[in-house]
């Protein structure tokens, strides 16, 4: 069966420090994957999505993601983050052929000013 | 183009009592899904549907029962409500076929449901 584990599921930086998200998945066939984050009060957005290619994708608002098909991981990177990316992040996967997508757990992000 | 539009956004039940929440999308996706949000649980799927008039059951079905009548509204009711259905509701549409086939779900702003 399909699953997501986010490691973290809080985490607490202070502004222009660099950010991994970590997210590994059980699947045993081609994968979409997807991160998505929720602002305080607000519906999940789209911030990345790999569906084949280049393994290094870049997303929205200077976040990337590298998936790694070895180790089943589909971690969020960013360089340098800033007091609006509090949030919550959600890894999800998708099996190619499924109708569904299954979410991890959620980390929640608090970024100090 | 309003996308996805959640009706009600918030409601209060006392146990027992019925409702339905309405998810309707301009977007003319296909797919449509409906997801319950819980503390340090994430997203849970409940029900989704891949075309009107089909419906399949999610992660945690039970005590819900949903309709895909029109391509563009999918519904969730509540037959009998309880207080673990205490929740944020999400509704979700996304396209299924040809090269669109993979793409990403497109999220509704929410119903907060409290159940007393």
């Known amino acids: 069966a399909q699953s997501v584990s986010q490691h973290n599921h809080h985490v607490i930086l202070s502004e222009a420090a660099s950010l991994e998200l970590g997210c590994n998945y059980s699947y045993g066939g081609t994968v979409n994957l997807f991160w998505y984050v929720q602002y305080p009060g607000q519906h999940l957005q789209l911030l990345l999505k790999y569906f084949s290619g280049d393994p290094l994708v870049k997303g929205i608002k200077g976040f990337e993601a590298e998936f790694i098909k070895s180790k089943f991981s589909f971690n969020l990177r960013k360089p340098s983050v800033q007091w609006s990316d509090t949030a919550e992040y959600f890894c999800?996967?998708?099996?190619?052929?499924?109708?569904?997508?299954?979410f991890g757990k959620g980390t929640r992000l608090h970024i100090l000013p | 183009n309003a996308g996805v539009t959640q009706t009600p956004k918030f409601r209060v039940l006392k146990t027992g009592q019925s409702m339905t929440l309405l998810c309707a999308q301009d977007m003319n996706h296909e797919y449509m899904y409906w997801y319950r949000q819980d503390p340090g649980m994430g997203l849970r799927l409940i029900h989704y549907?891949?075309?009107?008039?089909?419906?399949a059951k999610g992660e945690v079905p039970d005590g819900y029962n949903v309709s895909r009548l029109k391509k563009q509204n999918f519904l969730l009711g509540l037959e009998s409500a309880a207080p673990s259905q205490t929740s944020v509701y999400f509704c979700a549409s996304s396209y299924s076929t040809g090269t669109r086939y993979n793409q990403p779900q497109h999220f509704g702003d929410g119903t907060r449901l409290s159940i007393l």
């Open positions: 549907s891949v075309g009107e008039g089909t419906t």
């Open positions: 999800a996967v998708k099996g190619n052929r499924d109708d569904k997508i299954i």
